[in-house]
């Protein structure tokens, strides 16, 4: 997951307030506390200075050594100083530092006194009345830390979009059946496909808002209530997801999901766009500059669809997926926005696994699959043999798998099937499989899936080794991240991009929706410096072709177009590119 400046400010939130329970030097937790407030007062993403190579010790309070400990935070997502604090307390401590109410001095108090050791724990002494005798805190403080207790458990985490999937669908179809209803759909980041989301939020047109607001309180997922409005309703799921509702009149259909899909930053530079012309864009819709509020109600307001409003800004329309203010409406302006890649772009799937590791399919199981899917082609990939856990193939049984591949061949026509392995790299580079092997095969995807914590740069070199390997075709989900939260292995994606430019290597998106690795951001840079990606399911099961869905989500969000995507060249170009690969 890429590091925000929210990110590193809590960071360095949480290393002052652990170093003050500690009672260290009060000049170094100010420093922290400083470097803090500066990073999230910043209006640019400090990853994206570093990836430009600014020098961060410009900022006020960042001096070398934190700007060191920022890049390694950008990296790694975290950073020792850190990690060797909370080494000295209980594991809940991070959650403590959240509650409400609760600064160091009272937390050491709680610590020392009652031993709290996690949430749990403050919630029971906190219903046991025994955090209002401490010294200094009293009975309402007591009934604060409780109530945030209670909301904290709800909040502050994002949901997979793919999990929320079918509460989306669900809801959406539930408002629909509304009487007096002409339109519902999610926007916010669920419609711009963002890997994951904090909310979902729901927008409907209506010729009248009660009846759709009653029948969303009465929905059976219901859990909490949060806010309820005439027309803009919050509430809690049962799976702790938050929903918002807006229902709007008709005539602004447009103009609010233009605003509620955002991004915020979109919505920004769309109305600066606007008021460039003298106009005045809102959720409501599009206005003459000048029109004051009241006079607004008479004015004819262009509000009923996206494509009108785009359309009188004079920008050809921004699909969602690449409304995040990264330069779409400038390729707007130019007539350069992307033909984003489509499912009818996919011509087959390079990355999958058979009963012969950890999967459940047959070699003719998998064919059949991708002809049903009209794939041209499909790739076998089975683990090898260190993946143990996984029954990975020695050379023996790849050769095994070989013969049976042609079997098949001949068997199911009409759709190719290509003779793979999902090789693991070794930590010092090589390859788990010789080359006497390797070059008995189509493609060869390598992957880490071991000696995760090596340091960057050797990881970085590892990986670089193993693509100097002629045979090696793609290298597969490239981070190792896990959503929502196992944080990506130290690697230096961008080295890795020009080294994969320079070896003709293809980088995955592997489109498992726990993984969507490379992400957005990279997958665009590895577009820019001339590198193909390959968008590939990892199925191990019949129901997993089909991730291919959330792949393409994220390639729509990398500006990727069909020719930037391996699998969406026909079969002959690819073995083509296989075949130069090797020479
Ligand atoms: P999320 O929920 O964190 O995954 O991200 P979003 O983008 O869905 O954000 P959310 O749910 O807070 O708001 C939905 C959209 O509403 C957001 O993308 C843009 C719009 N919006 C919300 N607050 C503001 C605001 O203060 N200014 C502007 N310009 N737009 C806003
Ligand atoms: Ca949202
Ligand atoms: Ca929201
Ligand atoms: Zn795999």
């Known amino acids: 997951m890429p590091v925000h400046n929210a990110d590193i400010e809590a960071i360095f939130t949480e290393i002052a307030d652990l170093q003050e329970i500690l009672g260290e030097n009060p000049f170094r937790i100010r420093a922290y506390r400083n470097a803090a407030r500066v990073i999230g007062g910043l209006g640019q993403e400090i990853r994206e200075l570093i990836e430009v190579g600014a020098d961060l010790t410009q900022f006020d309070g ?32 991070t959650d403590l530092l959240r509650v409400q109410g609760l600064g160091p001095k009272r937390l050491k108090q709680l610590l020392v006194e009652l031993k709290i050791q996690n949430r749990d724990d403050l919630k029971q002494a906190c219903e046991q009345g025994l955090v209002q005798k401490i010294r200094g805190f009293g009975a309402k403080l007591e009934a604060a830390i409780l109530v945030s207790l209670t909301a ?13 999937i079918p509460y989306v669908e669900n809801l959406v179809g539930h408002l629909q059946k509304v009487a007096g209803v002409h339109s519902v759909t999610a926007a916010g980041s669920y419609r711009r496909g963002r890997d994951t989301v904090g909310d979902v939020d729901i927008l409907c047109s209506a010729a009248s808002s009660s009846p759709v607001m009653a029948r969303f309180i009465a929905y059976d997922e219901m859990k909490d209530v949060l806010a309820h409005g005439e027309t803009k309703s919050s509430v809690r799921l049962r799976s702790g997801l938050q929903v918002d509702l807006r229902v709007v009149p008709r005539e602004s259909w ?60 004079e920008v050809p329309a921004i699909p969602p997926e690449l409304r995040e203010d990264r330069g779409e409406i400038a390729a707007a302006l130019a007539g350069k926005l992307p033909r984003l890649v489509a499912l009818r772009d996919i011509r087959g799937d390079l990355h999958g696994h058979t009963d012969q590791s950890d999967g459940t399919l047959t070699v003719e199981e998998v064919a059949r699959a991708a002809k049903a899917r009209g794939y041209e082609y499909i790739a076998i990939t089975d683990h090898s043999k260190r993946l143990t856990v996984a029954n990975g193939l020695d050379a023996e049984r790849v050769l095994r798998q070989i013969d049976e591949i042609d079997k098949v061949n001949h068997l199911v026509k009409g759709v190719r099937v290509l ?120 199925s191990h099961t019949l129901a997993d072709y089909d991730n291919i869905k959330h792949g393409l989500m994220q390639a729509r969000r990398a500006w990727l177009e069909p020719k930037d995507v391996l699998n969406a060249r026909p079969l002959a170009e690819l073995l083509e590119i296989f075949k130069r690969r090797r020479t």
């Open 419 to 538: 003779k793979g392995i999902e090789v693991d790299i070794l930590e010092d580079g090589q390859l788990d499989l010789p080359n006497t092997v390797l070059s008995r095969l189509d493609l060869v995807i390598g992957s880490v899936h071991h000696k995760f914590n090596l340091p960057e740069d050797l990881q970085t070199a590892r990986v670089m080794k193993a693509m100097d390997n002629p045979y090696f075709t793609i290298f597969a989900h490239p981070t190792g991240r896990l959503l929502p939260d196992r944080f990506p292995y130290a690697i230096n994606i961008p080295q890795i991009i020009e080294h994969a430019k320079k070896r003709g290597v293809v980088l995955e998106l592997n489109a498992n929706p726990f993984r969507l690795d490379l992400d957005d951001k990279y997958c665009r840079m590895a577009k820019e410096a001339g590198v193909l990606i390959s968008i590939d399911s990892d």
């Open 254 to 313: 447009g103009a609010a999901l233009l605003y509620f899909t955002g991004s915020q930053a979109f919505n920004i530079a769309l109305r600066k766009r606007a008021q460039d012309r003298g106009l005045k864009l809102n959720e409501y819709g599009l206005f003459p500059a000048d029109a004051d509020d009241e006079k607004k109600s008479q004015l004819p307001i262009i509000g009923k669809t996206e494509d009108a409003i785009f359309q009188s800004l």
């Open 62 to 93: 960042i001096g070398s050594d934190l700007a060191q400990k920022i890049e390694t935070i950008v990296m790694t997502g975290t950073v020792d100083t850190l990690e060797n604090l909370r080494r000295e307390f209980p594991p809940g401590i």
């Open 152 to 164: 904290q458990a709800a909040q502050g985490r994002r949901f997979l979009r793919a999990a929320v």
